[in-house]
């Protein structure tokens, strides 16, 4: 079991990402889904935190996988840099409810949410597939501003960069929103 995550986290690594189709100025497709903080369910609405402020939606191929164990540890990291931004940060995979309530515990550290995207709408809607394996998602993060447009996009396989490019892009976003 161990040798096949492996092998598989190898393959992902050795892909290219996908070109994120919506560019900063494009409408941001409004969704709800199912989500989970701190092992909690809730129905996640993105037109209901957009009236509080910037949202980070950020896609990610499995929980518990090693890259993204990393990513979602550094955006749990970031979390009250990202609040004392304004920004709701929201992971997103097509992993199952269950799953997720126990990834948004140990790996998001009770820090922010992440929401099951079972049917890969909401990632089709983003252009966050892998182009080789299209029933994935990519590493693909957004910033929406609160008028429902893209603000920045960052699109790596590693997960190193997006918070950083996340940080960076709500940092710019207050500055101009002041």
């Given at each position: ?14 892909l290219p990402a996908a070109q994120a189709a919506l560019k900063p100025g494009a409408p941001a497709p409004d969704f709800s889904a199912e989500a989970a903080i701190g092992g ?117 396989l590693s997960p190193d960069g997006h918070v950083d490019a996340m940080l960076k892009a709500a940092q710019q976003w207050k500055a101009s929103a002041k």
């Amino acid at each position: 079991m161990i040798r096949r995550l492996l092998l598989c986290a190898a393959l992902l690594a050795s892909l290219p990402a996908a070109q994120a189709a919506l560019k900063p100025g494009a409408p941001a497709p409004d969704f709800s889904a199912e989500a989970a903080i701190g092992g909690q369910p809730f129905r996640f609405s993105l037109a209901a935190e957009l009236k509080k402020g910037p949202v980070v939606l950020y896609f990610y191929p499995k929980a518990f996988t090693s890259g993204c164990t990393i990513e979602a540890h550094q955006f749990a990291e970031a979390s009250d840099r990202f609040k004392a931004l304004g920004a709701t940060v929201i992971g997103i995979s097509k992993d199952d409810i269950q799953t997720l309530k126990k990834f948004s515990v140990e790996a998001c550290r009770n820090k922010f949410a992440v929401a099951a995207d079972a049917g890969g709408t909401v990632m089709k809607d983003y252009d966050a597939a892998l182009r080789l394996l299209p029933g994935t998602a990519d590493r693909i993060s957004y910033l929406i501003t609160p008028e429902g447009r893209i603000g920045a996009v960052f699109a790596s396989l590693s997960p190193d960069g997006h918070v950083d490019a996340m940080l960076k892009a709500a940092q710019q976003w207050k500055a101009s929103a002041k």
